[in-house]
């Protein structure tokens, strides 16, 4: 069953970090461009980052450029997110997802979510 | 970046109705248009990619229609589990930019 399990969400002082992964099973990890979208409480989605296979291209939306970092472990199946500087406004549901074609190039759907995990910024 | 609007941003209908929700995008997509359905507390699913493509295992009363800046979702006869939310998402260019979503619910 191909199935992402995302980590590592919880509360953070404005100012913390926090590092949240997802763990991928059932399908050939390293082949396709993994994201993180999020999703503020009561809102709409909102891409943050692509990262191609390999590490080789990383994007990431304006909102979060200089302060996030993606990465990933493709011999562990395993996508990161590294946050720093975090700020009120980063508070929501974060979810990893993987794009429907296997080609570097973050320009695609999302066929297969994970369940989601949350962070809260505040004091 | 290419704003995606969704309208209307609520509807209420009836177990049978036939549903459609619109969403434009601030310059041309071609046909790069992908609808997710997510239920209260679920992850997105996606339904329809390039504007018309059926994703596997989604009912064939789901269907995307449009090019360029405007699509359609139409849900013919919808069932009791269609009452979800529909968010559109553009795959043309970075920033990836989702429509504000629709909310379906029960009239």
């Known amino acids: 069953e191909v199935q992402l399990l995302e980590s590592g969400g919880g509360l953070v002082q404005p100012g913390g970090s926090l590092r949240l992964s997802c763990a991928a099973s059932?399908?050939?990890?390293?082949?396709?461009?993994m994201s993180w979208v999020r999703q503020s409480p009561g809102k709409g989605l909102e891409w943050v980052s692509s990262?191609?296979?390999?590490?080789?291209?990383?994007y990431f939306a304006d909102s979060v450029k200089g302060r996030f970092t993606i990465s990933r472990d493709d011999s562990k199946n395993t996508l990161y997110l590294q946050m720093n500087s975090l700020r009120a406004e980063d508070t929501a549901v974060y979810y990893c997802?993987?794009?429907?074609?296997?080609?570097?190039?973050?320009?695609?759907?999302?066929?297969?979510w994970g369940q989601g995990t949350m962070v809260t910024v505040s004091s | 970046d290419i704003q995606m609007t969704q309208s209307p941003s609520s509807l209420s209908a009836s177990v049978g109705d036939r549903v459609t929700i619109t969403c434009r995008a601030s310059q041309t997509i071609i046909r790069y248009l992908n609808w997710y359905q997510q239920r209260p507390g679920k992850a997105p699913k996606l339904l329809i990619y390039d504007t018309s493509n059926l994703q596997s295992g989604v009912p064939s009363r789901f269907s995307g229609s449009g090019s360029g800046t405007d699509f359609t979702l139409t849900i013919f006869s919808l069932q009791p589990e269609d009452f979800a939310t529909y968010h559109c998402q553009q795959s043309y260019s970075t920033p990836l930019t989702f429509g504000g979503g629709t909310k379906v619910e029960i009239k």
């Open positions: 997802a993987k794009v429907r074609h296997s080609a570097p190039d973050p320009r695609d759907g999302f066929d297969i």
């Open positions: 059932g399908f050939t990890f390293t082949s396709y461009v």
């Open positions: 990262i191609t296979g390999s590490a080789g291209s990383t």
